[in-house]
């Protein structure tokens, strides 16, 4: 399943429990929790360009599947890290104490980050 388009963030869960245990600092949590996002995604075979705007914050990150590259955590720390494809849509990566998984569902991309036992879920549905 091709991962190609563009996704408008709809909904998100303990947005701001997560964003503080990554260590993120109040004022920017407040500023953050009510902005919407969109992540546009280029796939080209096993490699992928994501790239996240939030308000006037883009974070691009780009990789090879099952390759290590350098990405960038929500926190803007950038973290060498390997990107796994599980069967033909779901991306799996783990950056130091942070696991996430996105999982594309039809229009929906559903994207689950977990530090501890703090989930954090974001659902976005595509728009083009």
């Known amino acids: 399943m091709a991962f190609n388009g ?5 909904s998100q869960e303990n947005f701001a429990p997560f964003m ?3 260590g993120l600092p109040d004022d ?3 500023k953050g929790k009510d902005i919407k996002s969109v992540s546009d995604i280029v796939q080209t075979g096993h490699h992928f360009k994501i790239t996240v705007t939030t308000g006037k914050k883009v974070l691009v990150n780009e990789f090879t599947i099952g390759q290590e590259t350098e990405v960038e955590s ?3 720390e950038k973290i060498k890290a390997i990107v796994n494809l599980e069967g033909n849509n779901k991306l799996v990566v783990k950056m130091q104490t942070i696991t996430s998984v996105t999982e594309l569902t039809g229009d929906l991309l559903v994207n689950t980050m977990t530090v ?3 989930i954090y879920k974001r659902t976005s549905k595509r728009v083009s």
Do not use: M, R, V
């Open 20 to 22: 503080k245990a990554i």
């Open 28 to 30: 920017l949590i407040e």
């Open 74 to 76: 929500p926190s803007g």
């Open 6 to 10: 563009k996704y408008e963030l709809q």
């Open 116 to 118: 501890g036992d703090i």
